[in-house]
């Protein structure tokens, strides 16, 4: 179906474990591709993203509300570094289209996290998967409403479409895109008030302080604090939230993030997902770049490193931290995008601190992504290592950002 045309314009680290943290060793790639190859594979996967999963109706993809931000900043990632692919793939036109359309459709959403602590979101959108079996399974009410100005009542959702739209605007220079970063932003601000001393919560019944949610919050602080320096309060914003999080507890001894906070406000030792690991790391690079302290891309690299270790497999491959992927229900379809968000904001990270170790990491990803974990039609799976599972939007857009930092990196 046709789209819309558009123009396109123009000292948390022990001392003991951190010298090994920041100079891990870990091979190189078993084979080299240049760049070229990495743009070749990610077209062809853009294409397959949006002829298998992308609804013009809604403006999203695989009918997933918060995990279509993440497909929304991929494409973005994509546009900002190889602009003349990105035109010939209109994908300018898709990010209009689903900046028009994913604000009006009709979607009704819950979350929840299981028995085993992975957080899971069902949606309907425009009455589609709305069976009275779909509500009958839902832990909480649904509120059927359009999302206008892509607000919700979760506010980890916020902060990915934020983020999503500043990489928009950073693709394409059209302030509507920065305009409603900024409207989202402010409403992510009414998520303070917890009893832990700061941060914000996680939804709007503001019951649960976690880490994601709060990881967001910071990188869209300091996102805004480098587009609009004129306004001190993003920056100052910023400061005190990464204050608060490296003291709330939720960064373990291991380096690694667990998922939040229990009713005392100590960490609740639920599982390190990767995503968890991940938005820090882009959080903390805006926040380098905004105040010029390197310490804090010390910090972030820690992390990094922490997690490339915890979950790697014996081949260096991103696995899930309960090793999910080739288990009944294969992640979920939350899950199933934690790993692109982790890999997309190392990127990030590399971009303003490069490690061998983090490019090697993003290669052999990459590479093992397109070898293993890819049918026929090329379709992308959750299984980084293999081997192939049927994808779905949020499994194809999540291995999607494992070639886009390819190319970044190559």
């Not at 914003?237 to 999080?245: E, G, H, N, R």
Request: hydrophobic share 40%; charged share 15%; proline share 2%.
């Amino acid at each position: 179906m046709a789209l819309p045309s558009w123009i396109w314009k123009h000292a948390l680290a022990y001392s003991a474990v951190l010298s090994s943290l920041l100079n891990p060793t870990h091979a190189a790639p078993s084979t080299s591709l240049s760049a070229t190859n990495y743009v070749a594979n990610s077209v062809t996967a853009i294409r397959q993203l949006n002829n298998a999963f992308y609804d013009v109706e809604t403006g999203l993809w695989g009918s997933a509300w918060w995990n279509s931000a993440n497909a929304f900043t991929t494409l973005a990632d994509f546009a900002q570094l190889r602009l003349n692919e990105a035109n010939q793939l209109n994908l300018g036109g898709f990010l209009r289209n689903t900046y028009t359309q994913a604000q009006i459709a009709s979607v009704s959403v819950a979350k929840f996290v299981n028995s085993a602590g992975l957080p899971q979101t069902l949606h309907c959108i425009n009455g589609r998967g709305c069976s009275a079996s779909f509500a009958a399974s839902l832990p909480t009410t649904l509120q059927r409403r359009g999302f206008a100005d892509f607000l919700d009542d979760f506010y980890d959702d916020e902060g990915w479409w934020a983020l999503a739209l500043i990489h928009a605007h950073d693709a394409t220079g059209d302030q509507d895109y920065l305009d409603s970063a900024i409207e989202i932003f402010n409403d992510m601000q009414t998520g303070q008030g917890t009893p832990c001393g700061g941060g914000i919560y996680w939804s709007k019944d503001r019951t649960y302080v976690n880490a994601i949610a709060n990881e967001l919050y910071l990188s869209v602080a300091a996102s805004l604090a480098n587009r609009v320096p004129s306004n001190g309060t993003y920056l100052k914003i910023a400061k005190a939230q990464w204050q608060w999080f490296k003291q709330s507890g939720m960064i373990n001894a291991n380096h690694l993030i667990n998922d939040g906070l229990d009713s005392n406000c100590k960490n609740n030792g639920l599982t390190t997902w990767s995503y968890n690991q991940g938005v820090i790391l882009g959080g903390l690079s805006e926040l380098a770049r905004a105040t010029g302290d390197g310490s804090l891309l010390t910090t972030a690299s820690a992390i990094a490193n922490a997690a490339i270790n915890a979950l790697s497999n014996s081949n260096g491959i991103l696995v899930e931290a309960d090793k999910c992927e080739l288990n009944p229900g294969n992640c979920g379809t939350d899950g199933q995008q934690f790993k692109g968000a982790f890999i997309r904001n190392l990127r990030y990270l590399n971009d303003m601190a490069p490690s061998a170790n983090f490019k090697n990491f993003i290669l052999r990803n990459a590479q093992s992504i397109w070898n293993n974990d890819r049918n026929s039609d090329n379709l992308l799976g959750v299984a980084w290592t293999g081997p192939y599972v049927a994808a779905t939007g949020s499994a194809h857009s999540s291995a999607l950002d494992a070639l886009v930092a390819a190319i970044a990196v190559s």
